[in-house]
């Protein structure tokens, strides 16, 4: 069966599933594989759960013609996603970076679907199967496109953008994240900047910060080019306050004079920056993106705030690395409190300099005072410190539930597979 071929079966059938246990009435289920599952062997169950379809690329004992045997399922779903996405003809905005995508990503969205119908990637659906199944959730109706791109290697993004085939591109930033893939920080670089690869091969343009002189080097050779930041840039904004909430104040650019967000930190300026930026770019209008922002709340364990009795609760435990971390301790560092809590996963994907990473946000730490330093698993188990351990977010869990906390800050933070936000269960 052909692509163009398959594509007439979606049109019929246009919601796609890989994940059996989520199976909807009507669904195409594609039987995806890997070291640890083969979805071949729940082909047949699909179909009798009420699967339209299910591609497959094993022999199965069966003459259902609702299976559709084909060489490689990934790369169909991936095919199949290109020739959707081909028949639109509307912008499509790709975001990467090592830090702050996702809220980028969600900020863009809400500006954009302020103004125009607008489809973005959901959840953390940013990886080789992710990216695909959210171009293929685009509908008819749309008018403009965000896609999320997360990468801990190189070729990745290259890949990705051979499918998505991005008019516009933003990289939030190049910091210490899956070293361990890429290598060091000019391999995560040159990993992130196939996306800028990409725009300069197909006239695209760039949305780049300016305060980052490295990615005004890699943007070198992109004919269109929107800039924001902080100095010398057509967008230009800047921190009115970073307590409890973080304002900006745009100062060139747009007649905003200022925005109160719900988020936390001032790691949070490029971000709202490049939101702004990319609404004025496409003629959102002023007001729309203002209010737009400021009604944005994150969820999902991203600097969100909680509030418990008389204590605040800084929860970002999607994820880290070390140059998160490093802006969300020196962050929490500056808020105005008398007891501040630091209660830290251990960071993950760091290859061998994760023992040397851990070290140095131990001495950071050592910089300021705290009320209590809680360390977390990973590699913090193989530093020195005199500061309190556990082996698990379980163990932290149980420790804060004994502690009398009162009128007191707490930052919660650490790599996703430490699992940080199970502290503040029950």
């Known amino acids: ?85 081909e028949q639109f003809n509307i912008p499509f905005i790709a975001i990467t970076g090592s830090n702050g995508k996702t809220t980028t990503k969600e900020l863009v969205n809400t500006v954009l679907s302020s103004h125009y119908k607008t489809y973005t990637t959901q959840g953390n659906l940013n990886n080789h199967i992710g990216v695909p199944l959210t171009l293929l959730s685009i509908k008819k109706d749309a008018e403009i496109a965000v896609i999320e791109m997360g990468a801990n290697h190189q070729k990745e993004i290259e890949s990705y953008c051979s499918y998505t085939l991005p008019t516009h591109g933003i990289i939030t930033n190049c910091g210490k994240a899956h070293l361990e893939g890429f290598g ?22 760039a949305f780049i910060y300016n305060d980052y002189a490295y990615l005004q080097s890699m943007s070198e050779g992109i004919k269109n080019i929107f800039t924001y930041g902080t100095t010398n840039a057509t967008l230009i904004g800047e921190i009115k306050m970073i307590h409890p909430f973080l304002e900006v104040t745009i100062t060139k650019g747009a007649n905003i004079s200022s925005i109160q967000t719900h988020l936390v930190g001032d790691y949070n300026l490029p971000n709202v920056l490049c939101a702004v930026a990319v609404g004025k770019y496409f003629n959102v ?17 991203r600097s969100q705030m909680i509030e418990n009795g008389t204590n605040k609760i800084i929860l970002d435990a999607y994820n880290a690395n070390p140059s998160s971390m490093k802006a969300a301790i020196e962050n929490f560092a500056q808020i105005p409190a008398e ?10 994907e760091l290859g061998t300099t994760s023992i040397t990473e851990h070290e140095v946000i131990i001495r950071l730490i050592q910089e300021y005072h705290w009320d209590k330093v809680v360390l977390v698993g990973g590699d913090f188990s193989k530093t020195k410190h005199s500061f309190i351990y556990f082996n698990n977010s379980i163990e932290a869990k149980e420790w804060l539930q004994q502690q009398n906390f009162h009128n007191t800050y707490l930052l919660i933070k650490g790599s996703r597979s430490m699992q940080m936000e199970k502290v503040l269960n029950n």
């Open 184 to 205: 060091s920080i000019e391999g995560i670089r040159k990993g992130k900047g196939e996306l800028f690869d990409f725009l300069k091969l197909n006239n695209g343009t």
């Open 285 to 301: 209008p002023d007001e729309k993106i203002k209010s737009s922002i400021e009604n944005y709340i994150p969820s999902n364990s």
């Open 339 to 348: 007891k501040k809590v630091l209660i830290l996963g251990g960071m993950a």
């Open 1 to 85: 069966m052909t692509i163009e071929q398959l594509y007439q079966i979606f049109l019929q059938h246009p919601s796609v599933q890989t994940d059996s246990r989520k199976l909807k009435e009507g669904d195409i289920f594609f039987a995806l594989k890997g070291p640890n599952f083969n979805a071949n062997d729940f082909a047949l169950q699909a179909l009798k759960e009420g699967a339209s379809y299910a591609l497959i690329d094993e022999d199965i004992n069966s003459n259902d013609e609702r299976l559709i045997r084909t060489d490689n399922v990934l790369e169909t779903l991936q095919q199949l996603a290109k020739y959707h996405r």
